[in-house]
């Protein structure tokens, strides 16, 4: 199996690549102690059903650019085809502000195929290639050289069955019509917001007990200095501290650091230094935060007055139409977007592009006593009032 070390051998097969319609492409990847995943593997195979057209690229080699993997993935005469891309996309958007186009995830693609929700590569390549996939080095350290033989049977096994997979797929979807609905989904893998996280914003993944608006506004610049702290210097955020410190620091407000030293949950290496010096001009600023500048948590779904009744006959609405277009019912909507839409909410996702032809726009007349349920051994149909 060919290991590509050099900028020279990577032009070349990226030239090679650039020939055909389509490359399979995946990473593996590092993450424990930074920041943003640190690339330690790309497994690159182009069509074809043997292993002379699938190799090994090693970013870690000496000397090594990656500017003509870069150049493939703009190239967009060549399609990109990954298995569960966020974290593969991140990583070259972080690093070159590139994403691969055109794209295909095979996992988009297998739940819009009725695959059921996040299927896996493993269960992919078991029900469409027939073979099996051994997963023994999948938690292997990736940075360590040299690879092993194990280590790399295993990687270039994640794209030498991707082609079938990918095939398969692709011509299922042709055959379904449904390439629009792939697309839909993956504009959100190529938009870079989804993998931009601003400081200024990172308070609103960090679960609190409370709403009030004073107590989130400290939650904010306590989370936006971690933020910030740990991108800059590309070390996790819970090394930082942790959300569970975050949120003592919230509510006991230290002023300096006698009282900082009595927060129980916060990391040793966090009582001194920058951190604790960070951590307290965060406080402060979140105390002296004027009133109009406070965060405004959304309570529109506190005041929800979910109709029980119609929520559990978009339930049953939603498992029919799913099981009619063969789509898993998660990727449709989820649990909370029914009682938003029963509780009269219509900004909500299943009302949107193509979920809103498979169901929302059923959802609606249902709700709006348009159409009944009606049930006949286990099938259940629509019926117009």
Known sequence: MKTITTTDELAAYCAEAAKHP?????TEFLRERTYYSKLCLVQLAMPGTDDSGAVLLDPLADGISLEPLYALFRDTSVVKVFHAARQDLEIFYVDAQVFPLPLFDTQVAAMVCGFGEQVGYET???????????????????????????????ALADVTHLRQVYEFL??????????????????????PDTYITAPKDAWKRVKTRTNSPKFLGIVRELAAFREDYAQKRDVPRNRVYKDDALVELASLKP???????????????????EIADGILAAIKAGVACPPEKLPKPDRSRDKMQVNPALADLLRVLLK?????????AKLIAPAADLDAIAAGQRDV???KGWRREVFGEDALRLCNGEIALTAKGSDVKVVEV
Request: cysteine-free.
């Open 22 to 26: 389509f490359v399979t492409v995946d």
């Open 124 to 154: 992919l390549v078991r029900k469409i290639a027939h073979e099996g996939v051994d997963k023994t080095s999948r938690f292997t350290d990736w940075s360590r050289r040299p690879l092993s033989d194990a280590q790399k049977t295993y």
């Open 170 to 191: 692709r011509d299922k979807i042709e055959e379904s019509g449904r390439a629009r609905w792939v697309a839909e989904e993956l504009e959100i893998l190529t938009n």
């Open 255 to 273: 002023k300096n650091g006698e009282e900082l030293s009595r927060a129980r949950l916060l990391l040793r290496e966090a009582r001194k230094g």
């Open 320 to 328: 029919a139409k799913t099981e009619q277009a063969g789509v898993a």
């Open 349 to 351: 996702v299943a009302l």
